[in-house]
């Protein structure tokens, strides 16, 4: 891979990158999409990265697609697959992390202690090895891109992130690998995180801009939904994910909820 990827650049081409766990749909295409238009040459992973799961998580079940995405990328013309395996990515002796400290801890990094600092290390990993020009990451997964963003400001690195905005279903739901786990029933109920956060812009929109009130008015929506457990939603600072007690233009919302044995998360932008 670091050959291809050199010898991509060699040619004064830009490279962007993708990474990904696979289970390709709509949103990733989307990454897929913006990083053809942006630069010569694109580079895809595809790695399920056990540094980011916790032990009673779905790794073992993480839905797993090669060929299906292989074409999927073909289809869009990208140039570079990359598809390590644990074993290379992790050999045995490993022990270096990358721990974005103070962020790591925010939002899903409570109740996933260690997913972020498996995320920062595997996409510092990545990096290493790819050396792309633009990395391209989606704002589904807004903590991911802040703990991303700081990384790349305090470490030096010289790769641009570019972030991309929140595919959604026609009816609102986050595209998501994991909403391939959820039956008919708990697809519909997953409906109240966007609900929610729709609740919350209007509110925001008709003058609301204490933190707890909007909160407080994503738990009422919440609560009109039993069968959805919501394990936390927060307004903070997009950028240091700071908890806002005001919300401010471009604070972000975020909320992660559990449906069925299911964890999803999903967030908008206050504007
Ligand atoms: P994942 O395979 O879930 O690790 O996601 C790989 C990349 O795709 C990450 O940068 C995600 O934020 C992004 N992504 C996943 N779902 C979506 C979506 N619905 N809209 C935009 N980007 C997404």
New binding site residues.
């Given amino acids: 891979m670091r050959k291809a990827c050199v010898a991509a650049k060699s040619a004064g081409n830009t490279l962007g990158f993708?990474?990904?766990?696979?289970?390709?749909?709509?949103?990733?295409i989307?990454?897929v999409r913006a990083a053809k238009k942006q630069c010569d040459v694109v580079a895809v992973s595809?790695f399920v990265?056990p540094a980011q799961f916790g032990p009673n998580e779905d790794l073992a079940k993480y839905p797993r697609r090669l060929e299906e995405d292989s074409k999927m990328l073909l289809a869009e013309g990208v140039d570079l697959l990359f598809t390590p395996s644990s074993e290379e990515m992790y050999p045995a002796g490993a022990t270096t992390f990358v721990d974005v400290d103070g962020m790591s801890e925010r939002l899903c990094g409570k109740s996933r202690p260690g997913h972020f600092r498996g995320v920062a290390t595997v996409v510092n990993k990545l990096f290493n090895i790819i050396q792309p020009d633009v990395a391209?990451?989606?704002?589904?997964?807004a903590a991911?891109?802040a703990v991303i963003k700081r990384m790349v400001r305090d470490l030096d690195m010289t790769v641009k992130i570019k972030v991309?905005?929140?595919?959604?279903e026609p009816d609102g739901l986050?595209?998501?690998?994991?909403n391939a786990y959820l039956s008919p029933l708990e697809r519909n109920n997953a409906l109240v995180l966007s609900r929610a956060l729709q609740e919350i812009q209007r509110h925001y929109q008709n003058g609301e801009h204490e933190s707890a009130k909007l909160i407080n008015e994503a738990r009422k929506t919440f609560a009109t939904q039993p069968a959805v457990q919501l394990e936390y939603v927060e307004v903070v600072d997009a950028e240091s994910l700071d908890p806002l007690q005001t919300a401010d233009p471009g604070a972000l919302v975020a909320i992660a909820a559990r449906v069925g044995g299911t964890r999803l998360i999903d967030n908008i932008l206050l504007n």
């Fill in positions: 993708v990474p990904t766990m696979g289970a390709l749909h709509e949103g990733h989307s990454l595809i990265n391209f990451f989606g704002q589904k997964d991911q891109c991309c905005p929140v595919v959604r986050a595209m998501s690998s994991r």
